[in-house]
Structure formats: structure tokens, C-alpha cells
């Protein structure tokens, strides 16, 4: 008898585990849509959101002309990105150009935004993941702050001006 509650209260708590890890794995996704509109209106929170160090890192061109220096995207030199950064538009410029931002990519678990002038190297690239925890988030990033003609010699002074930027876009949204 105490062999047949044993076994009755295992498979009960058997029964109990497996449809709470079933459960958790069909783990509500957050819509891209809602991230996004909290991510450029949060500081703290998009901190919270890049996967830093960031997959592909800055590379500068040493002081020497011809040799690549390279250094891992971290969180001091994220420039944090707001909605009007953010904005798919496409604005004809008086002086000539066309500035077209956009998501290049747009899948159900991965979504890319691009930004830039037709026809030239682009401003911005920002991949967004949904990873396994149901949370979107930045994985990798080019930024025209760290473009290719940067002197490495002057990131130093172009991250104080990431900085002081953030600084003012954490006034307006901490």
C-alpha cells in the first residue's frame, strides 16, 4: 500500500512538473512594437536591452594609416538611440542627397533598422534579436559616431561626446 501512494504522489508531482515546464517554454513574446517605443524613451531600460559587448567591434584606423585597431562596442560607447533616430522615413535634402531610414529587415525573431544617405556607406545599423527568454533586444550595432574615419587617436574624445549626448537624452528620458 505505502508502494502504491508513493507511486501515485511521484507521478503526480511528475505530472505537475512537465506542464510547468511546458509552461514556461510557451513563455509569452514581447511585441517588438512596445519594446521598441519603451527602448527610445528609457534610458535605464535600454541599457537593460543591448547585449553588450556588441558582436562586431569598432574598428578604427590606427594613427599610422594603414593598420585596423580594434575595440569591443561596450556600454560606454553606446550612443543611446531615441524615436526620431529610430523613425522609417525617407527626406529629400535641399542640398541634394536622400536620407533613407528603414528596417531592412523585419522577421519574427530578427529585425534589422538601417539609416543613411542612398547611395553612400550608412549612418546606423541596428540588429534586434528575440531571444530565448522572449525579450527583444540590440546584439550588434554600427554607428556613424565610430565610423571608419575615425582616427583611433580620437575615440577617446568622440566617446566624451557620446556621453555628453547621453547625458542629455537621459534629462528627457531616464
Known sequence: M??????????????LASSSTVAWAQRPTE???????RFTTS???????????????????AD??????????T???WPLLDSDTMKEERIEREEGGVY???FTLNEPKRKVFEAGYEESEGDLRVEFELL????WYVVDCYSGWYGSDLPASELKQTIGYVQEENNAFKEIHP
Open 64 to 73: 599610422d594609416g594603414e593598420t585596423e585597431k580594434t575595440f569591443p562596442f
Open 132 to 135: 530565448p527568454d522572449g525579450k
Open 100 to 102: 533613407v531610414s528603414k
Open 31 to 37: 511585441e517588438f512594437a512596445t519594446f521598441l517605443q
Open 43 to 61: 534610458a535605464a531600460f535600454q541599457y537593460t536591452r543591448v547585449k553588450f559587448p556588441l558582436r562586431t567591434p569598432i574598428v578604427l584606423l
Open 75 to 77: 556600454r560606454e560607447k
Open 2 to 15: 505505502k508502494l502504491g501512494k508513493s507511486l501515485s504522489l511521484l507521478l503526480a508531482t511528475l505530472l
